[in-house]
């Protein structure tokens, strides 16, 4: 009887079987259906960073500024020549400058004993013009004066307009500062 079983229960199993595996065979398609099998897409581009935008043009490039030699009493004074960088003609040009002593302390103005000096020129001075060498004396009291610096420029146009441009903006010619480095 037992032969009979596993004969009856041969076909049963074998029947299970294919069962299973069509079960199996169709879920497998069914799932593999549902995937999409699409392309992924390429990744965008990364936006390129602009280049910075060009650097603004110099107010003034300055040709020469010499300080002085200090006179018996210590005075001094300096030469400044100067191009108008701008496109508007300058009526008048005001120098913020601070001098320095051998030792790089600052040398305070002789008139108002602040630690800037403020230099006056008058124009008018058109569109790329030389100012010619400027002198301006007793600016300064030291007999160990080293050097000035140009901290920054104000400009009076001729239409009133009035521009602070700081140090950065002022463009010094190469050997301009020769015979007055403070660094």
């Not at 032969?3 to 294919?18: D, E, G």
């Not at 069962?19 to 992924?40: D, Q, W």
């Not at 897409?41 to 020469?64: D, N, T």
Request: a negative charge.
């Amino acid at each position: 009887m037992k032969a009979a079983t596993a004969f009856r229960n041969r076909p049963i199993q074998s029947l299970m079987l294919r069962t299973c595996l069509l079960l199996t065979a169709t879920l497998f398609l069914t799932a593999c259906g549902s995937f999409s099998f699409k392309k992924t897409p390429e990744p965008e581009p990364v936006a390129e960073v602009p280049p910075p935008p060009p650097l603004p043009k110099p107010a003034l490039l300055i040709s020469q500024m010499i300080p002085e030699e200090p006179k018996a009493r210590g005075d001094v004074g300096a030469y400044i020549d100067f191009i108008n960088g701008t496109d508007l003609t300058v009526e008048y040009v005001m120098f913020k400058t601070t001098a320095y002593d051998h030792n790089g302390r600052i040398v305070p103005s002789k008139r108002s004993g602040d630690p800037n000096t403020w230099l006056r020129v008058a124009g008018p001075f058109a569109p790329g013009q030389a100012s010619g060498s400027r002198y301006w004396e007793q600016l300064w009291q030291n007999h160990n004066l080293h050097c000035f610096e140009i901290e920054g420029v104000e400009l009076i146009y001729m239409d009133g307009m009035v521009e602070f441009y700081e140090a950065d903006r002022i463009a010094l010619l190469p050997g301009s500062d020769r015979q007055n480095s403070c660094g």
